[in-house]
């Protein structure tokens, strides 16, 4: 009886003892990092990932694979704001914005006609704010880089 | 091995882990900031204390001081101490939980377990990690109360004679002052002091306890009257309230001329979040959850492993009102404890009566870890008295109650993950926000400030909770 109680709560620490001596070694189960390229970072919602990576060089108007079942059940080839758009992620996409070079209009152009296509006014409101100064809206013949 | 150390050893497992959690965890933005470029504008501890003595509503001046303190004290390494600091206060506060319990047997042993398990497993454990202002003073509160309660515990619970009894009075005394002017929930040192020593634990002697009460009595003269720092008002925040949150202008449209009803929901939903995990912050979650048709496991095992504990809690007192009825039977210490944990949690949810939330009703829940560790201990007690059957019925239905609780002990790691990726993120996208806001430092010392510490959180390697197995977030929460 007495070992009934006791025993989840010992079965607790030896896991948890476990996780600790992992930790040691740097493998701690829960707070292993998967990498992940700047492009999943922003579909996986992680502003500070995107931020890091931009600080270490990374091209934030560069496709990246996404992973599949990440974002799509296929993997797909998008640039991080592609991706922050797809994902439905305006603040990602400012962190973007914010720490990155401004976009050319063309690319500018691209990204706010998919935020419309997406039916995002935050998006667009956001991408507004960063707008290149030559750049226009004209949408015809834009379509999703996604299926 | 003693029955002592092995839960000793266990505590000390469970404390590193949450301890490393801690660790990994970058200073919060929200509510920390200010207070950091606060002590970095400040000149000196003395000042920053100073100043807080002003202000209306609260009157936390030690609060601002330690802050200060620390922040003079990192020179610069804020992560090391403030959350170096943070990591000490729970350690510390598993240590004097363990402590304060009547350890003597493998069935004492085995109560403690199950007990420290509801201690890190029930959700205002939670209020001690998430947040940090930047240092957790609802921890601070809760590990001063512990610290008070043994005292009281100190010698067998009976006064010391001579220049040690003295000691111990003047540290309840101390310890009082600390808390009070820390946080409101201070003035449950008293509650404490006061409340063992009715029950017969009485390492603060009854000197001690004038002197405590005394002080006590200072604490409301010099807030209501000396001060006139008041009370906060129903527009402070926005709060829970059965079903819906509403905002400080719907309360006072609702409430204004009749805040009594919204101040007696609090104390109530205060009292039934520590019992059976719902409401949260006053708000019914999981019935809300259950209405819309959207229950997650999470909410099942908290919800039924709180009403079930509840339910072991109120057996045990049944039972002993029946056997001091029938026999005269004395109380032992678990008992006492499980009085003051009565106490401590009525008395903590009237201190919420101005808003409910669950880092507030902080130290009511350690209380009720204390209570299910007196519970726990008289049912295993009760099955040992009886045949095999119902010692097969105890057994069966302890594996199941602790395997419960350790289930939501265990998810304290996934919740501190998910809390340190938010709180990764709101870095990543402070700037942004503090400079369309006005908020953005201009001067080059606090700028520094911010952008050392948005380095410091961007730096931390925290895992994506969205690239974690779905299950956890079903049976953990967040």
């Not at chain 2, 000149?43 to 303190?69: D, E, M």
């Not at chain 2, 995990?277 to 979650?285: A, K, N, W």
């Not at chain 2, 880092?359 to 829940?365: E, H, P, R, S, T």
Request: glycine share 6%.
């Amino acid at each position: 009886m007495i070992a009934a109680a006791a025993l989840p709560a010992a079965y607790l620490g030896v896991l948890t003892a476990g996780m600790l001596l992992r930790a040691v070694v740097g493998t701690h189960p829960l707070w292993r990092v998967e990498p992940v390229n700047l492009s999943e970072a922003a579909a996986l919602r992680d502003p500070a990932t995107v931020v890091r990576l931009i600080r270490r060089g990374e091209d934030p108007y560069q496709r990246r694979e996404v992973r599949a079942d990440l974002l799509f059940n296929d993997r797909a080839e998008l640039t991080p704001l592609e991706a922050a758009i797809a994902s439905g992620r305006p603040e990602v996409a400012e962190v973007i914005l914010w720490s990155a070079p401004r976009p050319e209009p063309a690319v500018w152009q691209q990204l706010r006609c998919l935020a419309q296509l997406e039916e995002d006014e935050d998006m667009g409101e956001v991408l507004d704010r960063y707008k290149p100064e030559s750049a226009v809206l004209e949408c015809s013949g834009v379509t999703r880089p996604w299926k | 091995m003693s029955s002592r150390a092995a839960v000793l050893v266990l505590a000390g497992v469970l404390a590193s882990a949450i301890a490393f959690d801690l660790w990994r965890m970058p200073v919060q933005p929200s509510d920390a900031l200010t207070e950091l470029l606060d002590a970095q504008a400040s000149s000196s501890v003395a000042t920053s204390f100073r100043n807080a003595v002003g202000t209306t509503s609260y009157l936390r001046p030690l609060r601002i001081a330690q802050i200060k303190a620390l922040f003079d004290l990192s020179q610069g390494h804020y992560r090391l101490v403030y959350r170096g600091f943070h990591a000490l206060l729970i350690v510390a506060l598993i240590w004097l939980f363990v402590r304060a319990l009547p350890i003597e047997s493998p069935l004492d042993a085995a109560a403690a377990a199950v007990a420290l398990t509801v201690l890190t497993g029930l959700h205002t454990f939670l209020g001690f990690l998430r947040e940090a202002f930047p240092i957790n003073h609802f921890l601070e509160i809760a590990v001063l109360v512990l610290i008070a309660l043994n005292l009281t515990l100190s010698n067998g619970g009976v006064p010391r004679a001579g220049w040690r009894g003295w000691l111990i009075d003047l540290l309840a005394a101390i310890t009082f002052v600390f808390a009070a002017l820390t946080l409101e929930s201070g003035v449950l040192i008293w509650v404490v002091i006061a409340t063992a020593w009715m029950a017969g634990l009485r390492g603060v002697s009854a000197r001690g306890l004038v002197l405590v009460t005394a002080l006590l009595a200072g604490y409301f003269v010099l807030r209501f009257w000396y001060l006139d720092t008041g009370l906060p008002s129903l527009t402070e925040r926005t709060s829970g309230y059965f079903l819906e949150r509403l905002e400080p202008s719907e309360l006072q449209q609702r409430f204004g001329d009749r805040a009594f009803v919204f101040y007696a929901y609090n104390v109530v939903a205060s009292i039934l979040s520590v019992l059976f995990s719902e409401p949260r912050d006053g708000l019914f979650v999981a019935t809300r959850a259950w209405r819309g048709g959207d229950v997650h496991p999470h909410a099942y095992l908290t919800v039924l492993s709180s009403l079930a504990m509840t339910i072991v809690m109120a057996w045990t007192a049944f039972a002993w009102w029946r056997a001091s009825r029938r026999k005269r039977a004395t109380l032992g210490r678990s008992g006492r404890l499980a009085i003051v944990a009565v106490v401590v949690l009525m008395a903590n949810a009237a201190l919420s009566f101005s808003y409910a939330k669950d880092d507030i009703i902080a130290v009511a829940g350690v209380f009720y870890a204390i209570a299910a560790f007196a519970s726990v201990r008289a049912v295993l007690e009760y099955g040992q008295g009886g045949g095999f059957m119902r010692a097969a019925v105890v057994s069966i239905a302890m594996l199941a109650l602790g395997s419960a609780w350790a289930m939501r002990s265990s998810g304290v790691h996934h919740v501190m993950n998910e809390h340190a990726f938010r709180t990764r993120n709101d870095w990543a996208e402070l700037p942004i926000k503090w400079q369309r806001e006005g908020r953005w430092p201009s001067d080059a010392a606090p700028r520094a400030l911010v952008e050392g510490l948005r380095d410091i959180a961007l730096d931390t390697d925290v895992p994506n909770p969205q690239m974690v197995p779905e299950w956890r977030s079903q049976w953990y929460g967040d």
